[in-house]
């Protein structure tokens, strides 16, 4: 007896090749990879930045935490996305009154 053998379709969607339905609507509907860049640069800044551009872009920074931080109470990956963007502004968000020396806490979600 003869086995079948299954072959797959390959879905690609520029370059990149998709295996199921998520994958797919990811590049899909616009997910840019530059955003890996920008979503950084905006809330640690960039080298030799002037102090009004600081200062703006820190206002937008801590706009955009606050968002997050509001969306995190539903949405574990805007919790995680305001642990970054605090840890990239030096700041890390604490849901108790310990006192805690910068760089010692673990970064875990609040129960």
Not at 26 to 41: H, I, N, R, S, T
């Amino acid at each position: 007896m003869q086995e079948s053998r299954r072959v797959r379709m390959r879905t690609y969607v520029g370059d990149q090749e998709a295996w199921d339905a998520f994958e797919f609507e990811e590049p899909a509907c616009g997910f840019d990879p530059l955003a890996d860049a920008v979503f950084p640069a905006l809330f640690a800044g960039v080298g030799g930045e002037a102090t009004e551009a600081s200062a703006a872009r820190l206002d937008v920074a801590g706009e955009v935490l606050a968002e997050l931080l509001a969306a995190a109470e539903e949405d574990e990956v805007a919790w995680l996305n305001a642990l970054y963007a605090a840890q990239l502004m030096g700041v890390v968000p604490l849901r108790s009154g310990h006192a805690v020396e910068p760089g010692t806490a673990p970064l875990r979600r609040a129960a």
